[in-house]
């Protein structure tokens, strides 16, 4: 997957495949592959002055068809910042094709779902003697990869819309006021097509992802729906094949960190809007440089799809860093940080000392973070945020120390306020954070009540209502 931000970049298999891609597009009945899913492109014959013969020269009669449709859909597309649409379709074709590993998708068995409803609940009844929060998860179900994608698809847009929806106006900010209406469809087109330009990163992004994710935590969010731990079968399968450890204990070791996850967003009600405000706040501080894109909507054949689609990948909305952009990426990488940090503690704690291969697991998976995951690949597509692995065993080493010094009750009753989470520099000495003197909020609210419980029975106090302070007055 590619390491641009989202929307900024050429789609990732394309400097990879070159040529090679565009002939695979032409010879999918119009689908394309993943890096083209319109089925058309560069490398074919034909120039500007010739777009229709560019787009659609070499393909087959059969082709047409197909290829003029998606082109239709992508120009009268009128919807949000991204074809949503156009996503869903190039992320199940990727699915499909096997993209991530070379698998293709397939449905889950009976015995597959039978299995992860076991290993779900087996780790929930784990988990209860390591954490004080309670089960979160109703359900424990076993997706496909299509699966997964319908049902974080939703979320995604949640995440991805507010960063899409700035970089999209600056495309209506780019001519003169008075010029805005005469270039009226011009810009319509732009609209439509930067959506659907839009929707085949993000579709790619999240069909990729889908070949890699073992559950719906994955990436550190909630990204299925509330109260239903999902694990993937054929994930887990490729994700234990070559770690010589038993397929069951994998599978429960990764049934651990998605109940902690589930656990971790069901009873922390404040948590999912605090990650998704950062991502608001990345998106609210985006600037983009607008003398550029003037510069290219200058120059723009608008009977040239193309040139629009190479204007996208080229980099016209880099977006330029910003105090803002920079805080709110400090906060959401902190934030997932302490959530990872959190997961993974507990679930050591949990199977430690009931799994032969807690530790080697444990390591996998760490290693797996820090050689560029599926949460650090996506995030640094979709938004521009990478997350520092060293982090990640900061926050873990820091939670397992506040349970050494506090207990369990201790150091989960910190996630009852944002406030009172670890900052950046607390991971950075752990120890002095572990040993500070912490405000108990109970005495502090007994305190109060108890003052103004005095202020109020003090005798002459004006306003008072006792005997003795009319009885004083009366004198």
Request: aromatic share 6%; hydrophobic share 40%.
């Amino acid at each position: 997957m590619s390491d641009t931000p989202f929307g900024f970049g050429l789609p990732p298999e394309e400097p990879e495949h070159g040529d090679e891609g565009a002939k695979k597009g032409n010879q999918g009945g119009g689908q394309g592959g993943p890096g083209n899913p319109f089925g058309f492109g560069a490398g074919l014959p034909g120039g500007p002055e010739n777009p229709f013969a560019a787009m659609f020269g070499s393909m087959n009669p059969g082709d047409l068809g197909a290829a003029f449709q998606q082109l239709g859909q992508m120009l009268s597309y009128e919807g949000g910042p991204v074809n949503w649409d156009m996503a869903k379709d190039v992320a199940r074709r990727t699915v499909a094709q096997g993209t991530a590993d070379g698998v293709k998708d397939a449905s889950v068995g009976v015995a597959e779902k039978s299995a992860v409803e076991e290993a779900v609940r087996l780790a929930d009844l784990w988990l209860d003697g390591v954490t004080s929060l309670p089960s979160g998860a109703s359900t424990a179900v076993a997706w496909s990869r299509a699966e997964w994608v319908e049902a974080t698809l939703p979320v995604w847009q949640e995440l991805v819309d507010p960063v899409a929806e700035r970089v999209g106006a600056a495309m209506g900010q780019v001519l003169p006021e008075e010029m805005q209406a005469m270039a009226g469809p011009l810009l319509g087109m732009m609209r439509s097509m930067g959506g659907a330009m839009f929707g085949q990163q993000i579709g790619q992004a999240v069909g990729v992802l889908a070949g890699e994710v073992v559950g719906s935590t994955d990436v550190g969010l909630p990204l299925g729906p509330a109260g239903k731990a999902a694990l993937l079968p054929l994930n887990i399968e490729s994700f234990g094949k070559d770690l010589g450890i038993a397929s069951d204990e994998v599978r429960l070791y990764l049934a651990l960190r998605e109940a902690a996850h589930q656990r971790l967003f069901a009873h922390v009600p404040w948590l999912r809007s605090h990650l998704f405000g950062a991502v608001e706040g990345y998106a609210r501080g985006i600037k983009v440089d607008t003398s550029k894109l003037e510069d290219v909507v200058g120059r723009l054949d608008p009977t040239n799809p193309e040139e629009l689609q190479e204007a996208l990948q080229g980099g016209m909305f880099q977006p330029q860093d910003t105090p803002e952009q920079k805080a709110a990426l400090a906060r959401l990488e902190t934030a997932l940080a302490l959530v990872e940090g959190w997961v993974d503690a507990v679930v050591h704690e949990a199977a430690k000392p009931r799994l032969a291969s807690a530790d080697a697991l444990r390591e996998t998976l760490r290693r797996r973070r820090a050689t560029g995951g599926p949460a650090e690949q996506t995030f640094a597509t979709l938004i521009g945020l990478e997350l520092r692995p060293r982090r990640l065993r900061d926050a873990s080493r820091l939670w397992a120390s506040l349970a050494d010094a506090r207990g369990v009750d201790g150091r989960d009753a910190l996630w009852e306020h944002p406030d009172m989470l670890p900052t950046a520099s607390d991971l950075d000495d752990p120890d002095g954070f572990v040993h500070r003197e912490q405000l108990d909020f109970s005495e502090i609210d007994k305190m109060l009540g108890e003052a103004a419980q005095q202020r109020d029975d003090k005798p002459g106090r004006e306003g008072s209502g006792t005997d003795e302070s009319k009885g004083d007055d009366a004198k």
